[in-house]
């Protein structure tokens, strides 16, 4: 069965600061592996990373997998106080395969930025 | 963008009735919708796969007759909660695929008072 560990589990840290979150996965075979921001309500999706694009870049967030460590980080640099949010990892099937296969996700990170 | 619409955003109902939830994929049809739950401050847990005019896959140690899922149409799928308790109470969320990847909807607070 498919396992996703993120950590931490919550961080605190001061507007401006930056960031690294951590997600590790044990995978029987290794797809694709998504970002999520999930605020109050809905997850929105940030990245997806596989094994042909394993560094994805948006604005002051970027993420990198790193396919022999079975890891990804998510950065955010200049944090800002709408960044306060739950960060959820997950693996996935091959993006040809979405609609058909589940998400397996990580435990999340909890981050609030102080003003 | 794609759209997943889901009600009610958030319900409150008595212990032993029946609740259902709805998501509804505004601009695509969706063959597939999950159905997960999530305890505060916890991650997502998938209960269920549901595919258009067949039965859902239940993971391990979802009630099937509990978690009721139908997915009648390729834009339609719903979730009722049966014969509710206070440890059903939880936040529900659909998703679905689009090919790019997963829409979400914007969840369910359910309370069973």
């Known amino acids: 069965e498919d396992k996703v560990v993120q950590s931490p589990l919550s961080l605190v840290v001061h507007e401006g600061d930056t960031v690294t979150l951590n997600c590790s996965y044990e995978v029987t075979n290794f797809r694709s592996l998504l970002w999520y921001k999930q605020e109050k309500k809905a997850p929105t999706f940030l990245f997806m990373l596989?094994?042909?694009?394993i560094e994805k870049k948006s604005g002051r967030l970027s993420s990198i997998l790193d396919k022999k460590e079975l890891s990804s980080i998510l950065n955010i640099t200049a944090t800002q106080t709408g960044d306060s949010a739950i960060y959820l990892c997950a693996v996935g099937p091959s993006p040809l395969n979405f609609g058909n296969e589940k998400l397996t996700f990580g435990t999340g990170t909890r981050l609030t930025i102080i003003p | 963008g794609a759209v997943v619409s889901q009600h009610p955003s958030r319900v409150i109902c008595k212990s032993g009735t029946s609740v259902k939830i709805e998501c509804r994929s505004l601009d695509f049809q969706a063959t597939t919708m999950f159905w997960y739950r999530q305890f505060p401050k916890q991650s997502l847990m998938l209960m269920a796969t549901?595919?258009?005019?067949?039965?859902?896959?239940?993971e391990q140690g979802v009630e099937k007759d509990k978690f009721l899922i139908n997915h009648a149409s390729l834009t339609l799928s719903t979730l009722t909660v049966t014969s509710a308790h206070p440890e059903d109470s939880s936040f529900y969320i659909c998703?679905?695929?689009?090919?790019?990847?997963?829409?979400f909807g914007s969840g369910t607070r359910l309370t069973v008072v």
């Open positions: 998703s679905a695929s689009q090919g790019w990847g997963y829409t």
């Open positions: 549901s595919n258009e005019g067949s039965k859902a896959t239940y």
């Open positions: 596989t094994s042909s694009g």
